[in-house]
């Protein structure tokens, strides 16, 4: 699964914490426009003399409050998960086939702050690090109604997320429904 998650970064003995954002993220919503790959996210803490949390150091809460509105919502974690391994055949002629077979790193991606009692916690997932992207919701040209894309029998946060997808997508589905990508006021 590809995924895209938040950023959050320890000091090199995991006590200290950064959330990376926009200082002019003001909501969740807002917060959640900073999402990005694992390679992006493992960079950004980098360039601060950081590194990525592990999922035991955000167990502690060590980076609660920390700002950017990510208590509740899925960071990026250095701990990796099993690799996404996909194996493509394809047969070129009766007498010879091409096998190619792609292995994509995959990294875990956790609640931003598990001990927060406010709620709205997230399940640990297992994403693919390689590509960023969002979840659909459409509005009408008016903003008066909006339209979640995503499945009817998604039961999971984890299903829901295969349904993220990039932005020209998200603009197609959205014109496909006579709508529009919502703003982030909406």
């Not at 998650?5 to 000091?11: G, H, L, M, V, Y």
């Not at 409050?65 to 990026?76: E, I, Q, R, S």
């Not at 690799?83 to 292995?103: D, E, F, R």
């Amino acid at each position: 699964m590809s995924a895209a998650a938040a950023t959050r970064c320890c000091s090199s003995d995991g006590t200290t914490c950064t959330s990376v954002c926009s200082p002019m993220s003001f909501s969740q919503a807002q917060a959640m426009a900073h999402y990005t790959d694992h390679a992006s996210a493992s960079s950004s803490c980098e360039s601060l003399g950081r590194r990525l949390c592990t999922q035991d150091e955000l167990k502690t809460d060590v980076c609660k409050g920390t700002g950017c509105w990510f208590n509740t919502v899925l960071v990026w974690t250095s701990d990796s998960c099993p690799t996404t391994t996909t194996t493509t055949t394809t047969t070129t002629t009766t007498t010879s086939t091409t096998t190619s077979t792609t292995t994509v790193a995959s990294y875990y991606a956790a609640d931003g702050a598990p001990g927060d009692e406010t709620g709205g916690h997230q399940e640990t997932i297992c994403a693919s690090s390689t590509l960023a992207a969002a979840a659909t919701r459409c509005c009408s040209s008016d903003g008066s109604t909006c339209k979640s894309v995503c499945s009817t029998s998604s039961t999971s946060q984890e299903e829901a997320m295969a349904l993220y997808t990039d932005y020209a997508s998200a603009l197609s589905s959205c014109e496909s429904l006579g709508m529009r990508l919502c703003t982030q006021d909406e």
